[in-house]
């Protein structure tokens, strides 16, 4: 049995945060500008494969904003649309799979074909009268049934692995269908646009944003309303008017299916609550982990977690010693039993996000099995900041994602040991905070993520009383500080901590937040087997910490800080803390209401910038990247300089992909300034920032005024001045103005 003739009309409007599946090599091949994607779409059903589809492909943006519209008639009950989202890349190679979604049509044919058979069986009348002699009209106006939200996309069918992007679909049944429709192209394409408009117009900018704190921040309704009492309804001519397939006023009462978003494939339409993220950092101290790892790592209660562990080589106690003869062979055993260590922990009820090593140092992250929020752009990186930079004794490892529309990092570090080396740990935290590549290429972590959060054995000491330089303290030294944690006066004895010193003067992790480290013991140097004896070769420390740095404020917040007396195997004690993190969805960013969007930087200078030449200058140019804008913007570079200013001809035009008020209140700019290197030599990096749009959201035609900070390893490196314009080309909301040129 087939449904009866009807159309379903599918708008394929955007990709957000698409990259490649496990595969870390391949992702940075693709990511950032040189990524050019498109989407395939296939129906597949009881009668075979119909329709094939494929969107432009668009460059330069692991964003792209498609909004192509391609239509067919349904053929049976169980047909589904299969999307699949590709990168291109030039011949003989052949294009990389970045996810695939299958949507179910099946609930939407039937209600469609049921509302149908309703209109045949009904004797078709135009009107009667009632009782009170008043008229009442009858099926004037068609019902429509349609279908919208983000799909997550998956690398394989069965959905196992995380999912690797999203892609917003729009889908609305036309029960308006004719034969000689699809013969007139243009006229079909302008009818199928205003049915698209007609229904999402209005919900594109309510339903996708799901922050309900901001629906009405920037008076958006309000100004709509006297937009359109500003504007009379403009006069039509009858060529017009013979054009016009649905008026917008024959649309009497639309229908979602709001069941449908509780699938798997679909993301979740609303954020019920925060999730909850456990951080946890060890130094193992290179000897085999306690089987029963509870008293530190809970086995359920949290929705994520993310484990560092430092000095983590070890001969495995389940394996046989000789095969562990050389420094590889047991690095890969000791990082193959940790991770079994940690699933036979937490069992089938988390999988593993992603595991990330360098040298001694682990970082892995866990995700419950069963949380149906999309977690995305999954990457890694590492820097070794040992001998020469290259010995990975000492370094950091970085795992990013997106968790819905938030960008979140975890770094696990192992820096630079004993007393007089506190230099030397500012200077490593500054080498991984640049060295380190994920997210967004040659944009430093910190100025590119809404949160990161940072631990491991940071390795800082107490300066306390004269111990100066000296590796060890003197015998008084170490009784005193003894007995002050004997008496738990750690509030006193955390006044000498040289963390809290260099993050108060600004030398390292600049805007960083810590909690409350005075309610625990130091947590080195312990006695092995011994729950809280400290060690007289060294003075007892904090040196096991987790700092996190916020640019949403009030979206990630930390309830809970500890160490753990209970595990005996190091000479270090493990610590944790717990966050919740409250994720946010994209809006959608192109709505047919709004017209293209304008938008450009005025008034461009830097001041105190670093010098990246032998003469003491810089030859500075600025870079702008922004999932907003179709492809970066480079400037004009500025010669011998270390003060530029530049005229606003030396600013390119930016091109904007987006048009959505509340989308592009939600983005950011992220800023890097090169200094340019004639000849062969690469170009370097001075300075990176980044730009909060919900600051300038109303910034209008007359612009506003920006000041940036500009950091450089975490530090501050000179500032940049600007202003920004932005304008919003109202389009009236009328077919006749609707671009009649096809997508397809």
Not at 201 to 215: V, W
Not at 524 to 546: G, H, Q, T
Not at 553 to 558: A, E, P
Request: proline letters at 5%.
């Amino acid at each position: 049995m087939k449904p009866p003739k009807f159309m379903l009309h599918v708008k394929v409007v955007e990709g957000k945060d698409l990259s490649l599946p496990n595969n870390n090599t391949l992702q940075k091949m693709v990511k950032g500008s040189q990524v050019a994607s498109y989407c395939k779409a296939k129906v597949r059903g009881e009668f075979g494969s119909g329709t094939k589809y494929r969107t432009r492909v668009l460059h330069h943006t692991d964003n792209p904003v498609w909004n192509d519209i391609f239509s067919f008639r349904p053929r049976g009950f169980n047909e589904k649309l299969v999307l699949q989202v590709k990168a291109r890349r030039s011949f003989p190679l052949k294009d990389l799979n970045m996810g695939r979604v299958s949507i179910d049509l099946g609930e939407l044919v039937q209600q469609a074909s049921d509302h149908v058979n309703n209109k045949k069986n009904k004797k078709q009348k135009k009107s009667q009268k009632d009782d009170d002699g008043k008229v009442t009209d009858y099926d004037r106006a068609g019902e429509r049934l349609a279908l919208h939200g983000w799909f997550r996309l998956f690398h394989d069918a069965e959905e196992t692995q995380h999912a690797t992007g999203s892609v917003y679909v729009q889908i609305v049944t036309d029960f308006d269908y004719k034969p000689w429709m699809q013969k007139k192209f243009d006229r079909f394409h302008t009818h199928r646009r205003t049915l698209m408009m007609q229904h999402f117009a209005e919900d594109s900018d309510s339903d996708s944003d799901l922050d309900a704190a901001a629906d009405d921040d920037d008076g958006e309704n309000e100004r709509k309303q006297q937009r359109q009492k500003k504007q009379p309804p403009k006069k039509q001519t009858k060529k017009q008017k013979q054009k016009q397939m649905v008026s917008p006023k024959s649309v009497k009462s639309v229908k979602s299916l709001r069941s449908l978003t509780k699938t798997r494939s679909m993301s979740s339409l609303r954020v019920e609550r925060p999730l909850s993220v456990w951080v946890g950092t060890w130094n193992v101290g290179n000897a085999p982990p306690p089987e029963d790892l509870s008293p530190w790592i809970p086995k359920d209660g949290h929705d994520l977690f993310a484990i560092g562990t430092q000095e983590c080589k070890y001969d495995p106690p389940d394996a046989s010693k000789s095969k562990f003869k050389n420094m590889a062979a047991k690095l890969k055993g000791a990082q193959e039993h940790w991770e079994r260590t940690l699933r036979r922990h937490f069992g089938d009820a988390y999988r593993v996000l992603k595991y990330a090593n360098l040298g001694e140092m682990r970082l892995i992250v866990f995700v419950r099995a069963d949380l149906d929020v999309p977690i995305t752009r999954v990457q890694w990186g590492s820097e070794a900041t040992g001998f020469l930079d290259v010995i990975p004794n000492k370094g950091g490892v970085a795992v990013s994602m997106r968790v819905h529309d938030l960008s979140v990092c975890f770094v696990n570090s192992h820096l630079a040991a004993h007393q007089p080396k506190t230099k030397e740990r500012n200077s490593n935290v500054r080498s991984i905070i640049m060295g380190v590549d994920v997210g967004i290429p040659k944009q430093d972590l910190f100025t590119q993520f809404h949160h990161i959060v940072w631990m491991g054995d940071l390795n800082y000491r107490l300066n306390f009383g004269d111990q100066g330089d000296d590796k060890s303290p003197s015998k008084e030294q170490f009784d005193a500080m003894v007995k002050m944690i004997e008496e738990k006066k750690f509030k006193e004895l955390f006044k000498y901590d040289q963390l809290a010193a260099e993050m108060k003067e600004g030398n390292v992790f600049n805007g960083f937040q810590e909690g409350s480290m005075t309610h625990f013991a130091p947590t080195f140097k312990v006695e092995r087997n011994e729950r809280l004896k400290y060690i007289d070769k060294r003075s007892p420390a904090w040196c096991d910490r987790i700092v996190w740095k916020s640019t949403d404020h009030g979206k990630l917040q930390q309830r809970e800080l500890n160490s753990c007396l209970d595990i005996l195997t190091s000479d270090h004690k493990p610590v944790h803390a717990v966050f919740d993190l409250t994720p946010t969805i994209r809006p959608v960013g192109w709505t047919e209401q709004y017209g293209e969007c304008n938008f450009w930087i005025s008034n461009l200078r830097a001041t105190d910038l670093k010098a990246g030449d032998l003469n003491g200058k810089s030859d500075p140019y600025v870079v702008f990247h922004s999932g907003m804008f179709v492809k970066s913007v480079k400037t004009k570079d500025k010669q011998k300089t270390l003060n530029p200013v530049w005229e606003d001809k030396d600013i390119p035009p930016f091109k904007m992909s987006v048009n959505a008020r509340r989308r592009i209140r939600k983005s950011r700019i992220y800023v890097q300034v090169w200094d340019d290197d004639m000849g062969l030599n690469p170009d370097d990096r001075l300075a990176c920032a980044s730009i909060n749009m919900s600051d300038f959201i109303d910034a209008g035609e007359a612009g506003k005024q920006f000041e940036l900070q500009l950091l450089r390893g975490g530090l501050p490196k000179g500032k940049l001045y600007g202003k920004i314009h932005l304008v919003f080309q109202d389009k009236a909301f009328d077919p006749a103005l609707i671009d009649h040129e096809s997508s397809l």
